[in-house]
C-alpha cells in the first residue's frame, strides 16, 4: 500500500471515530479525565513515593541531595530509552500502558515493604526496585499521553488539537489544584508512621488502578498509530558518516562543505541530512530549557521563603501555608479558564496570530517579569518594618515532632480559647499564631489529644515569640516552649539552637565550649555559627562520637536544629526562624499571576511544536526531551545553593540577571531557528 493510501485510511478511520460535537474526539475526552486523575496523584501521592522511597535508602546512607539528584538524572535516562523503544516498536497506547503497570508496580512494592517484616537485605532490594520503576513510568507517562492525544485528530482539525494540549495542561493545574484542597484532609487523619504511609499509598495506587482500567476498556474508542521503526539509527549512521568522512579528507586541498552533516552526501539522501539538521536543530532549540526551568524552581522556592516573611494574619488570626497555597492556585487556575475562554478568542478574533517560537518567547518574557517583581518586592520587604507583638499579646508557633498527629487545645482561664490540628512529624513549623494575653504575662493549660488526653501548662510573655515543641513517643507527650530571636545575626553567622528529643544524653562539642543536652527536652543556647554550605559539629552520645550534620545554614538565618534518630546514624531536622514584615502576602499575587500565564503560553506552545515539528516517527522521543528537561533542570539547581550565602534581595537581583540572560539566549536561538533551521523541512523519512 502506497503512503498516500496509508493516510487516506488513516483519515477515514478519524473521521469516523465517536465524538462530541462532531468535535472531540471521545477518546481525548477520556484522556482529559485520566490525566486530571494522574495530576492527582502525581501532585500528591507520586511525591510522597519518591520520597518514601529515598527515605528508606537513607536508613542505609546519610546522602540525601545525592540520592534525589541521581533519581531525577535516572527520570531522564530512562524517559530517552523508553520513547526510543516506544517510536520503534511499542507504541503510545502500549507504552502508556506500561507505564501505569510500572508507576502501579512502585506502590506495591512500597507497601508491600511496609507489611513484611524488616529485614534489611530485602528492604534495599524492594526499595531499589520500586524507584527504578517509578523513574521509568515518571519518564514516559507524559510524553505519550501528549502524543496519543494529538493522534487523535484529522489533519484539518488543527484547532481543535491545540485546544487539547491546553485542557491537557489545565487538566494537570486542575489536579494538583483538587490535590492541594483534598490531601490536607487525608494528611489530618490521626494515624501512626507506617499506618500513613499505607493510606497515602493506597490511596494513590487506587487511582493508577483506575486509570489502567479506563484505559484498557476503553481501546476501541482510540486510534492507535503503528509504530514504523524510529529513525534515531539511521540518525546516528548519518553523524558516524559525516565524522569518518571529514576526518578522511580532512586537507586544505579538499573543498570545503556548507555544513558538517554534508559529509555524509556520499551514503545519505539530500532528504536524509536534512532531516538529520532539523534533529540537531530542535535539540538546539531545547538546549535554554534545562537552564531556565532550574532559574524557574529556584525562583519558585525564593517565593515560598518570601511568603514565610510578610504579613499573614487576618482578623488576628494567621493564614496557613495550606491556605495560601491553595488561594493561589484557585487563583491561577481562575486565570486561565479565562484566558481560554475570552482573552486568546479575543486575540484571535482581532487577527493577531501569533507563531509558536513567538507564543514561546512571549511566555519567557512574562516569566522574566515575575521574576523581575518578585526581585522589587523583596527590596521591599527589606525596607518594610518587622511586625513584632505589641502589649499584651505574644506569637506563637508550634512544631510537631512527634511521632503521630496531634490536636492542641489552648485554654485561657480554664475556658477554650483556640483550636489546633498538628499534622504528623515536622508539619505547620512556620505559622505564627497571636495570642492575647489579660497582663504583661499569663499560664495557659494546652490539651494534647491523640488517643489519650495529656495536659501542660506554659507561661506566655507579652511582646515575645515563642516555639512551642510537641514531642514524645507511645503516648507519652509533652510540650518544650523556646523563646525565638529577634535580632538578627551578624553577617557570615547563622544562628542555631538544638533540641535534644532523643532516649540518650547527648553532649555537643565546640572549640569554645562544650553543651550537654539532657534527653528527650534538652536544649542549647544559641550558637554563633559560621555560615557555609555543609556545615558539621561533633557530639558524643554515650560516649561515642557522631558528627552532627547541619546542612546548608543560609544568610542571616536563625535554625532550630532537633535531633531524631541516632541509629544507625544520627539524623537531624531543621527549621528556619523568619521574620514577620508588615507588607501583606496579597503583594505576591500579581507575580504569581504573570508567572502562571508566562507558563500556560510557554508549556502549551512547546506541546504543540514539539508534535508538530518533530519528524513523525521521533514524535514520542522529541516530547520525552522536552519534558526530561523538567527534570534535568534539578540538576543544575543542586548546584546553584552556593548563592545561599547572600542577602536574599541580592539573590532575586541575581537570579533576574541570569534569568534575562537566558531568555535572551533563547530569543537569538529562536530566530535562527526561525530563519535558518526552518528551511530545512522536509516530508518524514520514506
Not at 115 to 135: C, H, K, N, Q, Y
Not at 511 to 540: A, F, Q, W
Not at 579 to 586: A, D, M, N, P, V
Amino acid at each position: 500500500m502506497e503512503a498516500s493510501d496509508i493516510e487516506a485510511h488513516r483519515e477515514d478511520q478519524l473521521l469516523n471515530m465517536k465524538k462530541i460535537g462532531d468535535k472531540y474526539p471521545v477518546s481525548v475526552i477520556i484522556l482529559l479525565t485520566l490525566k486530571w486523575l494522574d495530576s492527582i496523584s502525581f501532585s500528591g501521592m507520586y511525591g510522597l513515593l519518591v520520597l518514601y522511597f529515598i527515605s528508606q535508602f537513607l536508613y542505609f546512607s546519610d546522602y540525601e541531595n545525592y540520592l534525589q539528584q541521581m533519581f531525577r538524572g535516572s527520570v531522564v535516562i530512562l524517559a530517552f530509552i523508553g520513547a526510543t523503544i516506544t517510536d520503534s516498536w511499542l507504541g503510545n497506547f502500549n507504552a502508556f500502558i506500561g507505564s501505569n503497570i510500572f508507576l502501579l508496580l512502585g506502590h506495591v512494592f512500597a507497601m508491600t515493604k511496609e507489611i513484611l517484616p524488616e529485614d534489611m537485605s530485602t528492604s534495599r532490594f524492594l526499595v531499589a526496585l520500586g524507584l527504578f520503576f517509578v523513574a521509568f513510568a515518571t519518564g514516559i507517562k507524559m510524553p505519550c499521553m501528549l502524543c496519543l492525544a494529538g493522534d487523535q485528530f484529522p489533519v484539518h482539525q488543527v484547532k481543535e488539537k491545540n485546544k487539547a494540549f491546553s485542557f491537557l495542561y489545565m487538566s494537570t493545574v486542575f489536579g494538583n489544584f483538587f490535590a492541594d484542597i483534598s490531601l490536607p484532609s487525608i494528611m489530618e487523619r490521626s494515624c501512626s508512621y507506617k499506618d500513613c504511609y499505607l493510606i497515602y499509598l493506597g490511596a494513590s495506587a487506587g487511582i493508577v488502578t483506575f486509570n489502567l482500567v479506563t484505559f484498557i476498556f476503553s481501546k476501541k474508542l482510540f486510534f492507535i498509530e503503528v509504530p514504523q521503526g524510529s529513525n534515531l539509527l539511521i540518525i546516528f549512521k548519518c553523524v558516524w558518516s559525516a565524522i569518518k568522512n571529514q576526518l578522511r579528507y580532512c586537507s586544505w586541498k579538499t573543498p570545503r562543505r556548507n555544513h558538517w552533516l554534508d559529509w555524509a552526501s556520499e551514503k545519505f539522501s539530500e532528504n536524509h541530512i536534512s532531516e538529520v539538521k532539523l534533529f540537531f536543530g530542535m535539540l538546539l532549540f531545547l538546549s535554554p530549557f534545562p537552564f531556565f526551568w532550574a532559574l524557574v524552581e529556584k525562583q519558585e522556592i525564593e517565593w515560598i521563603l518570601q511568603a514565610k516573611k510578610m504579613n499573614r494574619f487576618v482578623a488576628g488570626h494567621s493564614v496557613r501555608n495550606e491556605d495560601i497555597q491553595m488561594i493561589f492556585s484557585a487563583v491561577v487556575l481562575i486565570n486561565l479558564i479565562l484566558m481560554e475562554l475570552v482573552f486568546i478568542p479575543s486575540i484571535e478574533w482581532l487577527g493577531m496570530n501569533f507563531s509558536l517560537i513567538k507564543k514561546t518567547m512571549i511566555g519567557m518574557t512574562l516569566i522574566y517579569f515575575s521574576s523581575l517583581i518578585s526581585f522589587l518586592l523583596e527590596l521591599r520587604i527589606e525596607k518594610s518594618p518587622n511586625i513584632l507583638p505589641g502589649t499584651r499579646e505574644s506569637f506563637l508557633r508550634i512544631i510537631n515532632v512527634a511521632d503521630i498527629s496531634l490536636n492542641v487545645t489552648f485554654l485561657k482561664n480554664n475556658s477554650y480559647m483556640s483550636y489546633s490540628r498538628m499534622s504528623r512529624v515536622f508539619q505547620n513549623a512556620d505559622d505564627y499564631h497571636r495570642i492575647y494575653l489579660d497582663s504583661d504575662q499569663q499560664y495557659f493549660q494546652i490539651n494534647l489529644h491523640s488517643k489519650t488526653l495529656v495536659k501542660e501548662e506554659i507561661l506566655l510573655e507579652e511582646k515575645t515569640t515563642y516555639a512551642m515543641i510537641l514531642y514524645g513517643k507511645r503516648k507519652f507527650y509533652s510540650v518544650i516552649l523556646i523563646k525565638e530571636t529577634t535580632t538578627k545575626p551578624p553577617n557570615g553567622v547563622a544562628y542555631v539552637r538544638i533540641i535534644n528529643i532523643l532516649n540518650k544524653d547527648v553532649s555537643i562539642i565546640l572549640p569554645v565550649d562544650t553543651y550537654n543536652l539532657k534527653k528527650y527536652n534538652g536544649t542549647s543556647s544559641e550558637l554563633s555559627i559560621e555560615i557555609s554550605r555543609n556545615v558539621n559539629l561533633l557530639c558524643m552520645i554515650e560516649k561515642k562520637k557522631n558528627v552532627l550534620k547541619l546542612g546548608l545554614l543560609e544568610f542571616g538565618a536563625s535554625y532550630l536544629v532537633f535531633l531524631t534518630e541516632d541509629t544507625p546514624i544520627l539524623k537531624t531536622w531543621k527549621t528556619r526562624q523568619h521574620e514577620i514584615k508588615s507588607l501583606s502576602i496579597g503583594w505576591q499575587l500579581p507575580q504569581i499571576l504573570i508567572m502562571g500565564i508566562g507558563k500556560y503560553l510557554l508549556i502549551v506552545s512547546c506541546m504543540e511544536f514539539f508534535y508538530y515539528k518533530a519528524p513523525k516517527d521521533m514524535k514520542v522521543t522529541m516530547q520525552a526531551l522536552w519534558t526530561s528537561t523538567l527534570f534535568s533542570s534539578s540538576l543544575i539547581l543542586y548546584f546553584m545553593t552556593y548563592i545561599s550565602f547572600l542577602p536574599e534581595w541580592i539573590e532575586d537581583f541575581l537570579l533576574s540577571n541570569i534569568l534575562l540572560a537566558v531568555v535572551i539566549s533563547f530569543f537569538i536561538i529562536g530566530y535562527y531557528y526561525q530563519e535558518t533551521v526552518l528551511t530545512l523541512w522536509r516530508e518524514p523519512f520514506s
